[in-house]
């Protein structure tokens, strides 16, 4: 069993590479700026962080983060890999992240800095327990064991009353969805509050399946103080619900990991407010890394954003999102890729192309409630192009067949 964990970063410095790698492990272990009394040899052994590899990589021509030391003419960027022993913090992710990405962001040495792979030992499998439910679950709970997960966002976000919601939810059932989830900006508002949302949605969701034989699976945002998360949890089940979210950033990887002991329903893990860790490449935290601690906490369900989206990520950077979570984590670990961002029916045969897996549940918001002829054509439409991608038939010669798909295509585009 491994006795440590391996922390790989990118960095740039005005010194050598060598003194800010070891600078890093130094504050970020038994160290200071300074060798001080008690910082014997015997405890440095134990304790102390190591670098164990140093990979040059070629200047990146930024500007250097304010207040790095030395001259910004003589950067050098490297990826670095430090060792730090599992002695100093336990298998504990928030001590984990205390260690690998504390005060290491704003130490004058580095230009630039990033986290971007964490590898895990065994003992962190010990501690948490991970997704309860994960892809199999889903599709258990879905009723839907095979095929792409089609799913939608409550919009427009905020202000629908509850009868407006209840019709929506309504249409989108009767429409054959298998996924809708409340936005993440409805939390717990005066105006529809949690309980009262809970109830008119289970309620109209509940004659759904009366009619349909199928129920979808709603996430009820439930997004709050810690000491309300098991309260909200709680209340989505009693009233029969199947699934709650959180914003995990919001909560936390701790406020996550403390709802998945509790909760009996999947963990639909939104990454709202992930940029401010990772949009700029001088600073943060990869994707790659923070999926391992989302999942490991307990997500069942977590964003990767999608194909030709709306926020900054490349197209190659979501593909590496996506199979970072699709990735073997400590044997287990399985999570849910969720794709969403402007996702339309035109998208429908890229995302297949470059995924080549249905272990996805794709998130349409506007895609689909923007469609012409209303939310319920906008499902046909995108359930429509995922039966052709899958099937690889063009998807103009299933739109040629399906008017509602042809609405879509003309509405949003097809693809380039």
Request: net charge negative; aromatic share 6%; glycine share 10%.
């Amino acid at each position: 069993m491994s006795d440590h964990v391996s922390a790989v970063y990118e960095l740039e410095s005005a010194v050598p590479l060598e003194r800010a790698a070891e600078v890093i492990a130094g504050e970020q272990s038994c160290g200071t700026f300074v060798r001080v009394a008690r910082e014997s040899d015997e405890l440095r052994a134990r304790h102390a962080a190591q670098v164990v590899k140093i990979e040059e990589l070629p200047p990146s021509g930024r500007p250097p983060l304010p207040g790095m030391i030395g001259d910004p003419r003589q950067v050098s960027r490297g990826r670095v890999t430090i060792e730090f022993p599992l002695a100093n913090f336990g298998p504990s992710i928030p001590n984990l992240l205390a260690a690998v990405a504390g005060n290491l962001f704003e130490l004058r040495d580095v230009g630039a800095l990033r986290l971007v792979d964490l590898e895990l030992p065994s003992a962190f499998a010990g501690r948490y327990a991970g997704p309860r439910f994960g892809i199999d679950g889903t599709r258990r709970l879905l009723d839907r064991p095979d095929g792409p997960m089609i799913g939608t966002i409550v919009k427009p976000s905020i202000g629908l009353s509850g009868a407006q919601l209840a019709q929506l939810v309504t249409e989108l059932g009767d429409a054959g969805i298998d996924f809708i989830k409340d936005d993440e900006l409805q939390g717990n508002p005066p105006g529809l509050p949690l309980p009262e949302r809970i109830r008119v949605v289970t309620d109209a969701l509940k004659k759904v399946a009366d009619r349909n034989g199928r129920m979808p699976m709603y996430a009820f945002n439930i997004t709050d103080d810690l000491d309300r998360l098991e309260a909200n949890h709680d209340a989505v089940l009693a009233a029969g619900g199947t699934c709650v979210m959180v914003c995990v950033n919001m909560v936390g990887l701790a406020g996550l990991e403390y709802l998945s002991r509790r909760t009996q329903l999947p963990i639909h893990g939104h990454r709202a407010m992930y940029g401010a860790y990772a949009r700029s490449p001088q600073l943060g935290i990869d994707y790659h890394a923070w999926q391992k601690l989302a999942r490991l906490a307990g997500a069942d369900h977590l964003h990767t954003n999608g194909f030709s989206n709306k926020f900054y990520e490349t197209d190659d950077e979501v593909l590496a999102s996506i199979s970072a979570v699709r990735a073997p984590l400590l044997g287990g670990y399985e999570t849910l890729p969720v794709l969403s961002s402007a996702q339309t029916p035109g998208l429908a045969h890229l995302t297949y192309e470059r995924t080549r897996t249905t272990d996805l549940l794709v998130l349409s918001g506007g895609g689909i409630h923007g469609h012409p002829q209303g939310s319920a054509a906008g499902v046909l439409a995108m359930r429509e192009a995922w039966d052709a991608a899958t099937s690889g038939e063009p998807l103009d010669e299933r739109a040629a067949k399906i008017p509602a798909l042809a609405a879509a295509l003309d509405t949003f585009g097809r693809p380039t």
